[in-house]
């Protein structure tokens, strides 16, 4: 007797779409079986006309649990990603307390194992001063670590870059990953400086005043101080076109890098702030159309190997300002990430096959993840995300499970939609309706 079946539906890994009815046992998958005859199941879920993918992974989350829980929590935001099709997140360090400790960690597991709908990586945070906690918050059980090279919502202070160095130096020996918020201080810094000067307050001044070379010098010097230590390498959100050349060639001497970037950086440009001004503020920003589509390009030919989407909220009040130097950075965009991503395949940009590859087998890669998660391999975590390509529907801000509900793509028609989460075997979602409480539980990176 299986706990589950999934009949009828055609199963997607990043090298083929298949016609498979799929067994979970024990919250394992057991098995891929075709034919008209079922095995016994307590559960029968019928994919008949729909996409059974590997589930969907958002590495990039900031649920603001704890301590900034005004914005989002991890009760809201889990609510936001199983509603999305997401099944795990990785959530990011800069809350109060930041993770820098492995008691700061044991706190927000605790908030996330009492509150999470979907499995959670957690991140821990490097700082000048936390160095010598790095190898405990490893054993604790992080997913790997970042580093804000530039300024944070929360005003973390960024490490040295003597800091920095002998932080990788730390991380190499864990085998963690750790990503870079990759942008310069001093250059935003002086750019901002002259477009206040000017008087410029409008909402393509913040774009203007973190020009490309920001980033792009970030991460030349992160490449360079993980090519010099063995530290495995992250380049987190990733939004510029000289982002990808630099990661590419990195990529071809041999560093271990990897680069993620976001639908807005995909879908977007910066005309689009001329519509909907500071809803769009994000750092880094979004740019022009040649960044779109270089990033586009790296997306399809590996230099980028992840989707993520930087969710983080914030309250209305927050994101709105006619200045738009006031107005917070940053969005919603768990739950919008894969019908906006559903839609590019069905635009056909991108394959169905290739976006679960960005979206789910390559994002657990990078974080030690795979292949309990991010794989169809019998034996790992039964984690699905059941897509109809068929659908249509509206991204209405106002509908989103989050606690603030802030987002550029308020408006935008999707086609593509999850349909179904089903985290360990069990159905989480079901056409927009959660079932049970919160089972979430922590993803430990393999070793
Ligand atoms: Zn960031």
Redesign the pocket.
């Known amino acids: 007797m299986y706990d589950l079946i999934i009949k009828n539906g055609q199963v997607v890994s990043p090298e083929a779409t298949y016609a498979a009815h799929v067994l979970v046992q024990g919250g394992k998958i057991a098995g891929f079986i075709r034919g008209e005859e079922l095995p016994p199941a307590r559960e029968v879920f019928d994919a008949q006309g729909l996409y059974v993918l590997p589930g969907i992974i958002d590495i990039h989350v900031h649920f603001r649990d704890p301590g900034v829980t005004y914005k989002e929590d991890f009760g809201t935001g889990s609510l936001a990603a199983v509603h999305g099709g997401v099944t795990t997140v990785v959530d ?1 360090p800069n809350v109060n307390p930041p993770t820098a400790t492995v008691e700061a960690f044991n706190l927000k597991l605790s908030e996330a194992k009492a509150k999470s709908y979907c499995d959670f990586g957690i991140i821990g945070v490097v700082f000048e001063e936390n160095i010598g906690e790095l190898k405990a918050l490893a054993e604790a059980g992080v997913v790997g670590f970042k580093i ?1 090279m530039g300024e ?1 919502v929360g005003s973390l202070p960024s490490p040295t870059d003597g800091g920095i160095i002998e932080a990788m130096k730390v991380i190499a020996e864990t085998g963690l990953r750790v990503g870079v ?1 990759a942008e310069n201080r001093t250059i935003i810094e002086y750019y901002t400086k002259k477009l206040k000067a000017e008087g410029r307050t409008d909402p393509v001044a913040h774009v203007e005043a973190r020009p490309n070379i920001a980033e792009a010098e970030c991460i030349a010097r992160a490449i360079m101080f993980a090519e010099q230590t063995g530290c495995k390498l992250h380049i ?2 990733m939004s510029s076109k000289e982002g990808v050349d630099l990661v590419g060639a990195a990529k071809a001497r041999g560093v271990d890098v990897s680069a993620e970037t976001g639908p807005h950086y995909l879908l977007l440009d910066y005309t689009h702030m001329h519509k909907v001004g500071s809803m769009l503020k994000m ?1 880094p920003p979004v740019r022009a159309l040649a960044d779109q589509k270089r990033l586009r390009e790296g997306l399809l030919d590996g230099t980028v190997e992840a989707v993520a989407t ?1 969710h983080s909220p914030h309250t209305l009040e927050e994101k709105t300002n006619d200045d738009i130097w006031k107005a917070i950075p940053g969005f919603c965009g768990v739950e919008t990430n894969v019908p906006l991503m559903l839609t590019q395949v069905n635009q056909g940009w991108i394959s169905l096959n290739h976006y679960v590859k960005v979206a789910s087998e390559g994002p657990a890669k990078l974080f030690n993840m795979y292949p309990q998660k991010g794989s169809l391999l019998v034996g790992t975590d039964a984690d699905f995300t059941i897509v109809d390509l068929n659908r249509e529907g509206e991204i209405k801000a106002e509908n989103l499970h989050s606690k603030n509900k802030v987002t550029p793509f308020d408006g935008f028609k999707v086609k593509g939609m999850p349909v179904a989460t089903i985290i360990r075997g069990r159905v989480v979602m079901k056409d927009g309706q959660v079932l049970g409480g919160p089972q979430g539980e922590l993803v430990r990176p393999a070793r």
């Open positions: 990011m804000f944070t918020h987190y959100h750092n930087d």
